[in-house]
């Protein structure tokens, strides 16, 4: 599947994200990616909105750090 989104319907590959942050969020990491070569999965976009949504995942940690 190729990589895909939809901003009106707040969509990434099929998946529906109803937070407009945590969409802009986890859209903006993947494309930067998708950039580079990478080739999501359906299943890397829902692993992407899990890990966004957790306060202790390594990536949110960081930002506290930073910020």
Not at 39 to 65: F, H, L, M, Y
Request: with cysteine; net charge negative; glycine share 4%.
């Amino acid at each position: 599947m190729q990589f895909n989104f939809d901003n009106q319907q707040q969509t990434i590959m099929g998946v529906t994200i109803s937070d407009h942050q945590l969409y802009r969020c986890v859209r903006d990491a993947m494309l930067f990616n998708v950039y580079e070569g990478w080739q999501p999965t359906v299943a890397d976009v829902q692993e992407a909105i899990t890990k966004a949504k957790d306060p202790n995942s390594r990536g949110n940690q960081k930002v506290e750090e930073e910020f």
